[in-house]
């Protein structure tokens, strides 16, 4: 007999042992995983690990559900997640390969934790490295499952598939993927997912795919393209119902000029910071700045800040009211991103911002 008592557990979780065995030892494991201690204990059985990841497709359902919570616990830890993606089960290239099948499969149950264990692991940059180029030959196939709310059959809502995507928008090859010029451009079929009121964290990992590839100021001005309309759902999740001048509606995208006047703000803090970082990056260009001027950005800005009460989102608000407001001979380069601020003056800033915050 081993002398460690997770080492016997090994023999009651393999495919073939009993089901009630199987019961039992799952859940002495899954409450082991619960605690950092408990996890680390974990990644170091090597081939407790494997038995978990092979009963992720175990026949009785309750006993591959429990496998995958298991495997959720695991991955929300960064240890966790670079040992998981060492295991290449039997004719995969590894782990995510295995998981993106799951996801692809709509008679898969229990695939919302499918997608939560692939969230967490595309979240640690150095694991996102290693396993970007699994992701991409399937980009298409997770798109399709993420826009058709019911693809999976079983009752599986998917919504971890919005931070999944946004995680992977952090690759250069995948933004390029979502703006690439073939008809219909990908990121087109995301953007109605910016204001999905079922979901926020649908909202939120819509909104993160948007701010993530305006890091990049190649693609500002195909992300304000007309096609996108991007600003219109940009938008969205900071406008209320505020009367404007005629002029100022003018100004204001198609879309915006006509919204019910029940129309309430997103109620989440995070997804409307996401907003305001998002704006300020596109301020970044000259193109980014004209566009956002030209369509009222301002406008919206000036009556969210009158509403919002964060101190920390107030001043993400006028971070970006401060460039619009100014000329372009003003703000004195066509790309902010491009201008280096020396060391003394990031602390100094930082100071200044802490500064207003506190004294709100």
């Known amino acids: 007999m081993a002398n460690d008592p997770l080492d016997e557990l090994t023999q009651f979780l393999k495919p073939d042992s009993r089901i009630d065995l199987k019961h039992i030892s799952l859940d002495h494991l899954l409450g082991l995983s619960g605690t950092e201690e408990g996890i680390n204990i974990l990644l170091k059985k090597e081939e407790i690990l494997k038995c978990i990841i092979d009963l992720t497709n175990d026949k009785v359902e309750e006993i591959s559900k429990n496998a995958l919570l298991l495997l959720v616990n695991i991955t929300a830890n960064s240890k966790g997640v670079l040992e998981v993606i060492k295991y290449k089960p039997g004719g995969k290239t590894n782990i995510i390969e295995l998981f993106i099948g799951y996801v692809q499969d709509q008679h898969k149950k229990n695939a919302d934790a499918v997608c939560m264990i692939l969230s967490n692991i595309t979240r640690v940059d150095k694991a996102l490295e290693i396993t970007i180029d699994t992701f991409l030959p399937h980009l298409n196939g997770i798109l399709n499952a993420f826009v058709n709310l019911d693809y999976n059959k079983t009752g599986s809502n998917l919504n971890y598939l919005a931070p999944l995507c946004s995680n992977l928008s952090c690759n250069p090859r995948v933004r390029k993927w979502l703006l690439k010029t073939n008809q219909p451009v990908p990121l087109i079929q995301l953007l109605p997912f910016c204001n999905f009121n079922i979901s926020s964290i649908r909202r939120g990992g819509a909104i993160g795919i948007i701010r993530n590839i305006s890091l990049d100021t190649s693609y500002h001005e195909c992300l304000l393209s007309t096609e996108l309309d991007l600003l219109t759902y940009l938008l969205t999740p900071i406008i209320g119902n505020e009367e404007y001048s005629d002029d100022e509606m003018d100004s204001l995208p198609i879309t ?73 001979e003003e703000v004195g380069a066509d790309d902010l991103s491009k201008v280096e601020v020396p060391a003394t003056y990031d602390d100094k800033f930082q100071k200044m911002d802490e500064d207003y915050v506190n004294s709100g």
Do not use: F, S
């Open 256 to 328: 915006l000029q006509y919204l019910p006047t029940e129309k309430q703000r997103d109620p989440d803090i995070d997804i409307r910071k996401m907003v305001l970082e998002t704006l300020n990056l596109l301020c970044a260009t000259k193109c980014g700045r004209e566009i956002l001027r030209n369509n009222g950005v301002y406008y919206v800005l000036r009556e969210y800040h009158k509403w919002e009460k964060d101190p920390k989102t107030r001043l993400a608000c006028e971070n970006v009211v401060d460039i619009l407001i100014q000329k372009e």
